[in-house]
């Protein structure tokens, strides 16, 4: 079959080129780099000519209210190219507990990105996963100054973003699910607790305090993040710290 990989360059994106073309079909990554642009539309329509599969792997520049408007029309534009261009199959790459977050910008947009393709005309496939493991800095980053990181005790399940393009890379590969399918590292975690254990195995000596105001993820209520019954992947969060 042949893939058209919109995002193909990223983290995930190049990862999903690389396990379909290993696999045997021919997956084409597509980017702003590459001449092709989801908002403008440019370069949309010849990246899917002739494709079976559309993959869509972008994301918006910004997590605040400006992201909605970027899904809105990102999915807009891919789904008339689609239609133009015969695509039997559209997957995305979404979020456990996407819709169980209203209070956060960037999840609400994330859910439209979700409704916007349930409600189109191509059969789909919408793969959500928990936390990557290669954004943790990032989450400590956030409410970090150089003595203390101050996290909530929202529980996580990371997953390692190999672990999520293999993932979707099979998806992408079968039949239209015509649903979500989710994805989850195969530990859970407080967040604070993962903090600490981070800093720890980094000889970090900064402290990790307890502060259920403190991040975005101080906006989720309960534990909404995280699946005990999604498909479980392999990577556990110490052997990929090492």
Do not use: C
């Not at 970027?70 to 199959?89: E, V, Y």
């Not at 290669?134 to 996580?156: G, N």
Request: glycine share 8%.
């Amino acid at each position: 079959m042949k893939f058209a990989v919109i995002g193909g360059t990223g983290l995930i994106g190049s990862q999903v080129v690389k396990n379909l073309n290993a696999a045997g079909h021919e997956a084409v990554p597509h980017s702003q780099s590459t001449g092709t642009d989801v908002i403008s539309g440019l370069g949309l329509d010849e990246a899917v000519a002739g494709a079976d599969v559309l993959v869509n792997l972008t994301n918006s520049p910004t997590f605040d209210e400006a992201s909605a408007a970027f899904f809105q029309t990102s999915m807009d534009n891919l789904l008339a190219a689609g239609r133009k261009g015969g695509i039997r199959h559209f997957v995305i790459l979404s979020i456990v507990g996407v819709d169980q977050v209203p209070e956060l910008d960037y999840y609400r947009a994330k859910a439209l990105q979700e409704d916007i393709l349930t409600a189109g005309p191509i059969p789909y496939s919408i793969v959500r996963a928990t936390q990557f493991m290669e954004f943790i800095d990032a989450i400590l980053a956030w409410t970090a100054d150089s003595d203390t990181v101050r996290l909530p005790a929202t529980p996580i399940q990371p997953i390692a973003a190999k672990d999520v393009a293999d993932a979707v890379a099979e998806v992408a590969a079968g039949a239209p699910l015509g649903g979500i399918r989710n994805i989850a590292g195969p530990e859970i975690f407080a967040l604070d607790e993962l903090g600490r254990f981070t800093l720890s195995h980094k000889s970090d000596t900064r402290t990790v305090v307890t502060d259920p105001t403190a991040g975005m993820f101080a906006a989720v209520k309960g534990d909404v993040l995280t699946d005990k019954n999604a498909h479980l992947a392999p990577t556990h969060y110490a052997d990929w710290l090492s």
